[in-house]
């Protein structure tokens, strides 16, 4: 069958007809694929082979098919390492079929990188498949494939390579051992490789500087100077802004192609990550914007495209805050509560996220009292998905009797930020009883000296401070810092709240000869 349509091929192409060519082999290929479709449920017989163990000699386009179907069905119930397994089986049979250096072959690994990266969180193994796929893309057989193909091909291998780099570029070891500066690097070293480097340049100028907003500075990925050389993160992330560029390129070039406008929203989101992690936020906020003016603009729309637009906004909110612009973040992210509404219904669990993103950025905004109704709501919708009253699940899970209990630690990160907002509005006792509530649950859960639990005692130190019980609010929040220290180190943020927490308590008391203070400490400004 293959050898007749690519022998028809050549004729197309011999005539100078390589468009045609390419639609007719398109046409035969989704006639054979939907004849293949109708067997996949089909029994089958395994034959045994000269060993005499028993062969699966069904046809590996059907072999293909199965694989994709049985994709689909593991990642439907959770099972994320199998249906990860599942692609790679398909990726190797789609090479065995198509060829090595084939256009199906590189997009099936292409599949298998971004599967590594989204569902199993492994950057590392995702960037390994990435660059064997470009590896593969630069060595085949690139006349097989029409030109504007063959550039939304390479530019999706650039994405995919592109966001595998940002993403390996996060992780704690890519952060450390920076290199040793050459002697001849303060001449030699481009422009892009300074501002990837952690060299302090202003980002006041240019089109941002028309904004009027606040000039951020490089980060740079690893956090080092230019004078101590790039990290790891530093070199990984200029290769990912060269990548990204190009990919965006291709997209703007071919932009009629029917895979153009999906990847060019995804280019979008990966620059913008990409300056986040460099802390460019007005880049960032920028590509953003345009993801969203692309989603806007496809001609067929994906199926997710309500939860993509409310993550892309959720994203940009959270970009606008940090340039301090509180009620820019939280009208974006009333459009995102706006959009997951109509995707899950008003309601559904999955909009507490939304409505505490909202709570926080009135809260970081110094509107408390508006940042109420939406904690509430987050609050109740969640009680709502537990399937039980909260304080009859507390004995349940201390009796052992449900252990599965679905949205249970979202419910709980949601009264953690009732519990603040309640110290900030000075409502001290609700706040106690939200504690005495979850602290059994959080102990029974994860464990009595476990860092979630550290999170209540913190809490509840926070809560005795207020109501002026120093001692044993010290007691509650020096516990609170043991555990975080077990759990994690004396470096950790968690660690270093606790000790100004402690620190301001001490001098407070040292400078009031130990009395009784006035005005307490507000740990949730």
């Known amino acids: 069958f293959f050898c ?31 004849e293949i479709e109708q067997q996949v449920d089909e029994p089958f017989v395994r034959r045994p082979g000269i060993t005499g163990e028993l062969i699966d000699m069904r046809p590996l386009l059907l072999k293909i ?12 119930n959770g099972l994320v390492v199998e249906a990860v397994h599942a692609l790679i089986g398909r990726m190797a049979l789609t090479r065995m079929h198509f060829g090595e250096g084939s256009e199906r072959a590189i997009r099936a690994e292409v599949t298998v990188a971004r599967a590594y990266l989204e569902l199993r969180r492994l950057p590392r193994q995702a960037l390994k498949h990435a660059e064997s796929a470009r590896a593969t893309l630069k060595h085949g057989n690139r006349h097989a494939i029409n030109p504007s193909g063959y550039a939304l091909l390479e530019a999706s291998v650039l994405w995919t390579l592109g966001a595998a780099q940002i993403a390996v570029a996060r992780l704690p070891e890519s ?46 990925g690893g956090g080092g100077g230019a004078a101590d050389g790039p990290t790891p993160a530093d070199k990984l992330l200029a290769k990912a802004r060269k990548h990204l560029t190009a990919a965006g390129k291709a997209c703007a070039e071919h932009a009629k192609h029917p895979a153009a406008p999906e990847l060019t929203i995804q280019v979008h989101v990966s620059t913008a990550a990409l300056h986040r992690c460099l802390r460019e936020h007005n880049p960032a906020a920028t590509h953003l914007r345009l993801a969203l003016a692309a989603l806007e603009k496809h001609p067929s729309p994906p199926p997710d495209q309500e939860q993509l637009g409310s993550d892309l906004r959720r994203e940009l909110a959270e970009v606008e805050a940090s340039l301090g612009d509180h009620g820019a973040a939280v009208d974006l992210l009333g459009e995102a509560l706006g959009q997951a509404e109509a ?15 909202i709570a926080r950025a009135r809260m970081a905004a110094d509107d408390d009292a508006a940042a109420e109704a939406p904690l509430s709501r987050a609050v109740r919708l969640l009680e709502g998905g537990l399937g039980a009253d909260p304080a009859v699940l507390k004995d349940q899970l201390i009796c052992g009797v449900n252990d599965d209990v679905p949205y249970l630690r979202e419910w709980l990160d949601a009264v953690d930020e009732a519990t603040k907002l309640q110290i900030r509005l000075g409502e001290y006792r609700p706040a106690l009883e939200s504690l005495k509530l979850v ?34 609010a010290v007691k509650r929040i020096a516990r609170a810092r043991e555990m975080w220290v077990a759990a994690y180190s004396t470096k950790h943020r968690k660690v270093a709240e606790a000790d100004a927490l402690l620190a301001s308590i001490k001098a407070d008391e040292a400078a009031r000869g130990r009395k009784k203070k006035t005005g307490p400490a507000r740990a949730f400004k």
Do not use: C
Request: aromatic residues 2%.
């Open 4 to 34: 007749e349509h690519r022998g028809l091929r050549l004729l197309w192409e011999m005539a100078g007809q390589l468009d045609e060519a390419e639609l007719q082999l398109e046409a035969a290929m989704r006639a054979r694929e939907a």
């Open 65 to 76: 098919k199965v694989a994709e179907r049985e994709y689909a069905h593991l990642l439907e």
């Open 175 to 220: 952060k450390g051992k920076k290199g040793r500066k050459s002697r001849s690097s303060a001449t030699t070293s481009s422009p892009a490789s300074k501002t990837v480097g952690g060299a302090k340049t202003s980002r006041g100028s240019g089109a941002n500087s028309s904004t009027g907003r606040r000039s951020t500075t490089t980060g740079g």
């Open 343 to 357: 995707a899950h219904g008003p309601h559904s669990p999955e909009l507490a996220e939304h409505l505490l993103r």
């Open 439 to 472: 602290a059994p649950i959080r102990a029974e859960l994860f464990g009595p000296k476990s860092a979630e639990a550290a999170q209540t005692e913190y809490l509840h130190g926070n809560v005795l401070l207020a109501l002026e019980k120093v001692e044993p």
